[in-house]
């Protein structure tokens, strides 16, 4: 069966994985929450039979990978069907674009005025009133309101240019 391929965000990084929809379809299956002790490491483990994950790089893997189960899983119960994916952006799997902010917490004086602007969910609070990046595929390619509005500029995207990359793809490329 061909495995599913998409990018999530490790450590500020864009990453690239196969399968991890499958795995995250049989943990919701399984009755599993991002709560569950030991998580993590366990889909590190999963997810390294078909992928590279570095040595030195599995704690940040095991919460990256704990962080988009739980979006994952909140879609689901928002009715968003994005269980399915995010589409596509000029042809390519949305996951294959690596626009989405990034929020520099040190910065973020948690007005909150990100959080009303932005309803795709994209945005989330933190515990500590601040705001994080908690479903970083579902921004719009190319928007970067968010940023704009954001007065301590806490909140970055990537140069414009990097789209550049990815031309249009006529249909069944
Ligand atoms: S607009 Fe900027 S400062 Fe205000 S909550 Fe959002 S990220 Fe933080
Ligand atoms: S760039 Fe636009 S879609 Fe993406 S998080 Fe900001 S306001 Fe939301």
């Known amino acids: 069966?061909?495995?599913?391929?998409?990018?999530?965000?490790?450590?500020?990084?864009?990453?690239?994985?196969?399968?991890?929809?499958?795995?995250?379809?049989?943990?919701?299956?399984?009755?599993?929450?991002?709560?569950?002790?030991?998580?993590?490491?366990?889909?590190?483990?999963?997810?390294?039979?078909?992928?590279?994950?570095?040595?030195?790089?599995?704690?940040?893997?095991?919460?990256?990978?704990?962080?988009?189960?739980?979006?994952?899983?909140?879609?689901?119960?928002?009715?968003?069907g994005r269980q399915r994916g995010y589409g596509t952006w000029r042809g390519y799997p949305r996951e294959q674009i690596p626009w989405y902010p990034t929020v520099n917490e040190d910065l973020c004086n948690g007005c909150g005025s990100c959080l009303k602007l932005c309803r795709t969910g994209v945005l989330g609070p933190t515990d500590g009133g601040k705001v994080r990046v908690a479903d970083p595929f579902g921004c719009v390619v190319g928007c970067s309101s968010c940023a704009n509005l954001c007065k301590p500029g806490a909140i970055t995207f990537p140069a414009r240019s990097i789209l550049d990359a990815y031309p249009y793809k006529p249909p069944g490329r």
């Open 1 to 80: 069966m061909r495995m599913g391929y998409r990018q999530i965000v490790v450590d500020g990084s864009p990453v690239g994985l196969r399968g991890l929809d499958e795995l995250f379809v049989d943990l919701q299956a399984q009755g599993r929450t991002p709560q569950d002790e030991g998580l993590g490491v366990e889909i590190v483990t999963q997810m390294s039979k078909d992928n590279y994950i570095p040595y030195d790089a599995r704690e940040l893997f095991a919460a990256a990978f704990v962080r988009e189960y739980a979006a994952y899983l909140a879609r689901g119960e928002m009715g968003s």
